[in-house]
C-alpha cells in the first residue's frame, strides 16, 4: 500500500472542511456529507467549532483511493483556517508530502493563503491549488489566478475548463481536449522534458504528463484545478492529480534524530495522552531500540538500555494503529500511528521525538523559542483549595495546544494563560471551564503594553547624599540613549570593580521596570562614563549608589517616552449594504483603513489596522453588525517593526 500525507490548507472560511467531508464522501468514509451549518462535519466535532462555524483543531483522516496508476491511502490532515491557531499548521510542516491550497473564486488569494503558501514554499512541500465556490461564481476566478502569479512569482497552470455543455472538464483526465499550449506550459519548467519532447519524433511519450507528475515537487510548476466543494465537482479530479504529483520526500534532520515526527498532541478518555506520529522510514523495534539506545546515552558509555525504560521500569515506546488500536511494533514509512505518552519521551509538535537526557534542557526550554503572544487573561480560583485543580485543567490545555502557556504570579497566587490571539483565549478558557461546577474567576483579556524611548541622547550626574551629607554613592557620570530595536542595554567605558558594575547594572535594571505609565521600558542603553568612589562602607555606597541610578534615570521617563502595544492588522469580508457601519465601527476603534477592494456578489473586502486593544470584541461586533454574515481575520504581533503607539 502507498501512502500520501496530504494537508488541506486555506484561509478561514474558503470551504476546506467543507472539501475535506466531500473526499471522505467520495472515498466511502461517511454516508452523507455534514455541514458546517448543521455542524455535523467529521473535522468539526468540538462544541467551540460547532458553534462558531470554523475550524480550530487539525483533524487526520484515513481513506483508501483507487487510481489508474495505483492504489493509495490517504492520510487527510485539515487544518485549522485561523491565525490564532497558526502554530497547529506550522508545526506539520515537516511531514505533509503535498498540500491542496483552496482559494475562493470571486475574489483575490486572502492574507491566510498567502501565508500558507510562503510557509509551504520554505517548506518544499509540493502544492496543488483548488479554486473552491465555482458552483456560485462561476467565471470568476481570473483575479485569483492573477494574485496567485504575484505570491508564487510565477504563473500558475489553470488544468480546467468548461466544456461546450458547461461541463467542466481536467487536463489529467482529458488531456487531448485542452490547447496545445497548456502541454507546453507542464514541460517549459524543465530544459530536459523540453529536449526529450522535441527529440520524440514519434509522440509516442506524454511529457507534459511527466512535467505534471514533476514539476511540484521540483517548485517548478503550479497546478490550478476548480471546482465545488459543496457539489463535489471537481474533487475526484482534484485527488488523482494529488497523488499523480511526485511526493516531498521526508527525512530526518540528523542521523542522530529518531525517525519519528510529531504532528499533534491529544487526549483521548481510554488511553490517556498521546501524539500523532509521522515515521520518516520504516523501522522495526529492535532498529527503534538500538537508535534509541544511542540517542539516550549521548554518547555515556556507561550508561545501559534494555526494554525496560530506566526511567519508570516500562517500556517507553507503546505505538498503536490509529483505524484498529493494536499495539505495532514495526512502523511503515510514512503511515500515521499514535504513540502513548511516557514520562521518558519529550513530544514536542514539529519536532522529532526525544528524550529529556538527550538534550540539556526540558520542554519549557523548547517551547521558549517559539513566538509569545501579547494576550493574557487572570484566573484566580472561587476556592483556595481548588487552585491544584485548575492547574491540572490547564495543563491538560497546554498539552494538547502548546499555543498557551500558563505561569504563576507568586506575589498574588494568580494564574497567568497566554494565548496566541483574544479568539484563542476564549476557546482555551471555555475548553478548561466546561464540565465543571467549580467556579473560576477570571479577568478581562489583557494586552501587554511597553514604553519605549525616544529619540534621544541625555548625560546625566547621578549622586544620591544620605545622613545629613554625611554619606554619598559618588558621582556617576552617564549617557541614556535610545537603542535601534526594544532592547535594553549596558556599557562601561571606565573600569571599575566587579561588585560597583554589578550594582549598577542590576539598578539600571529594575529602573527600566516601571515607567511613567507604569509599564516596562525598553529600547535604551546606559552608557557608563566616569564614576568616582567615593572612601568608607562599600556595603552603604552601593545602597546609595542603587538611589542615585533609580531616581535618576526615573526622572527622564515622564518627557521621554512612548507608550506602545501591538498592532493587529484585520481583513473583513462584508457585503456592501454593511460596508458603511463596519467603517464606523473601525473609525471608533481607532483603525486606519489600508484599502477596500470590490469583490463578486455585493461583497467588499477591507483591509486596516489598529492597535491590538481597541479591537477587542471586534469580531463578536462584527457578526452582530451584519447579522451574522461578516467575516473577519486578525493578526496580531508585538515587534519592534510591528506595534502600534497608544499615547503620549
Not at 506539520?92 to 486572502?110: D, F, N, R, S
Not at 487526549?267 to 537508535?291: C, D, K, M
Request: proline fraction near 4%; charged fraction near 25%.
Amino acid at each position: 500500500m502507498k501512502y500520501r500525507t496530504i494537508g488541506i490548507f486555506a484561509h478561514i472560511d474558503s470551504g476546506k472542511t467543507t472539501l475535506t467531508e466531500r473526499i471522505l464522501f467520495e472515498a466511502g468514509k461517511i454516508s452523507a456529507v455534514g455541514s458546517i451549518e448543521d455542524g455535523n462535519t467529521e473535522s468539526d466535532s468540538l462544541q467551540e467549532e460547532i458553534e462558531r462555524g470554523i475550524s480550530i483543531r487539525t483533524t487526520f483522516h484515513s481513506l483508501n483511493w483507487k487510481t489508474t496508476f495505483g492504489d493509495f491511502q490517504i492520510q487527510l490532515v485539515d487544518t485549522p483556517g485561523h491565525i490564532d491557531f497558526r502554530n497547529q499548521v506550522t508545526d506539520l510542516l515537516p511531514a505533509m508530502e503535498t498540500a491542496i491550497v483552496v482559494l475562493e473564486a470571486g475574489t483575490v488569494v486572502q492574507s491566510q493563503a498567502r501565508l500558507v503558501i510562503e510557509e509551504l514554499t520554505k517548506a518544499s512541500v509540493p502544492m496543488v491549488f483548488f479554486i473552491n465556490k465555482l458552483d456560485r461564481f462561476a467565471d470568476e476566478y481570473l483575479d485569483t489566478l492573477v494574485s496567485l502569479e504575484e505570491i508564487l512569482g510565477g504563473a500558475p497552470v489553470a488544468l480546467f475548463q468548461k466544456n461546450e455543455f458547461g461541463k467542466l472538464e481536467f487536463y489529467f483526465h482529458e488531456p487531448s481536449s485542452f490547447p496545445k499550449t497548456i502541454k507546453e506550459e507542464l514541460i517549459s519548467w524543465s530544459d530536459d522534458l523540453l529536449i526529450s519532447s522535441w527529440n520524440d519524433l514519434s509522440a509516442q511519450t506524454d511529457f507534459s504528463l511527466i512535467g505534471l507528475q514533476t514539476g511540484p515537487k521540483a517548485g517548478k510548476l503550479y497546478p490550478v484545478y476548480g471546482g465545488s466543494a459543496k457539489t463535489g465537482e471537481g474533487v475526484r479530479e482534484l485527488l488523482d492529480l494529488v497523488l499523480w504529483t511526485e511526493p516531498k520526500e521526508t527525512e530526518n534532520s540528523s542521523s542522530q534524530d529518531l525517525p519519528l515526527l510529531v504532528l499533534s498532541r491529544r487526549t483521548n478518555p481510554e488511553f490517556g495522552r498521546y501524539a500523532v506520529i509521522y515515521p520518516t522510514r520504516e523501522i522495526q523495534w529492535n532498529e527503534l531500540h538500538s537508535l534509541w539506545s544511542r540517542h539516550v546515552t549521548n554518547g555515556d558509555k556507561d550508561f545501559t538500555f534494555s526494554t525496560k525504560d530506566d526511567l519508570t521500569g516500562e517500556n517507553p515506546f507503546h505505538f498503536l494503529d490509529p483505524e484498529s488500536e493494536e499495539t505495532l511494533t514495526r512502523l511503515e514509512k510514512g503511515k500515521l500511528v499514535f504513540l502513548k505518552n511516557h514520562p521518558g519521551l519529550v513530544l514536542l509538535p514539529g519536532q522529532t521525538v526525544t528524550h529529556p537526557k538527550g538534550i540539556l534542557f526540558e520542554e519549557e526550554g523548547l517551547m521558549s523559542g517559539r513566538a509569545q503572544s501579547p494576550f493574557s487573561v487572570l484566573m484566580e480560583p472561587e476556592e483556595s483549595s481548588e487552585k491544584e485543580f485548575w492547574l491540572c485543567r490547564l495543563e491538560e490545555l497546554v498539552w494538547e495546544d502548546p499555543g498557551y502557556r500558563v505561569q504563576k504570579k507568586e506575589d498574588t497566587g494568580q494564574l497567568v494563560l497566554l494565548g496566541r490571539g483574544e479568539l484563542h483565549l476564549e476557546i482555551g478558557i471555555r475548553r478548561i471551564t466546561e464540565r465543571t461546577e467549580k467556579k473560576l474567576t477570571i479577568s478581562s483579556i489583557n494586552i501587554a503594553k511597553l514604553e519605549h524611548l525616544k529619540k534621544m541622547s541625555h548625560k546625566v550626574a547621578l549622586e544620591h547624599r544620605a545622613f545629613e551629607d554625611q554619606k554619598s554613592s559618588g558621582a556617576l557620570i552617564a549617557v541614556l540613549e535610545d537603542t535601534a530595536d526594544f532592547s535594553k542595554q549596558i556599557a562601561f567605558e571606565v573600569s571599575l570593580p566587579e561588585e560597583v558594575k554589578n550594582s549598577i547594572e542590576t539598578s539600571f535594571l529594575e529602573a527600566c521596570l516601571h515607567g511613567f505609565y507604569g509599564e516596562e521600558v525598553v529600547g535604551l542603553k546606559f552608557r557608563v562614563l566616569s564614576y568616582e568612589m567615593p572612601k568608607g562602607d562599600l556595603q552603604t555606597t552601593l545602597t546609595l549608589l542603587k538611589v542615585a541610578i533609580l531616581a535618576g534615570v526615573r526622572e527622564l521617563f515622564p518627557s521621554n517616552t512612548y507608550l506602545v502595544g501591538p498592532l493587529t492588522e484585520v481583513e473583513v469580508m462584508v457585503d456592501a449594504d454593511h460596508l458603511g457601519v463596519v467603517l464606523s465601527d473601525l473609525s471608533r476603534r481607532s483603525a486606519k483603513v489600508v484599502s477596500i477592494l470590490e469583490a463578486v456578489a455585493g461583497k467588499s473586502h477591507l483591509k486596516a489596522n489598529a492597535p491590538a486593544q481597541n479591537l477587542l470584541g471586534f469580531s463578536g461586533a462584527l457578526r452582530n453588525m451584519t447579522k451574522g454574515i461578516g467575516i473577519s481575520w486578525e493578526r496580531t504581533a508585538f515587534t519592534y517593526e510591528f506595534h502600534a503607539f497608544l499615547k503620549e
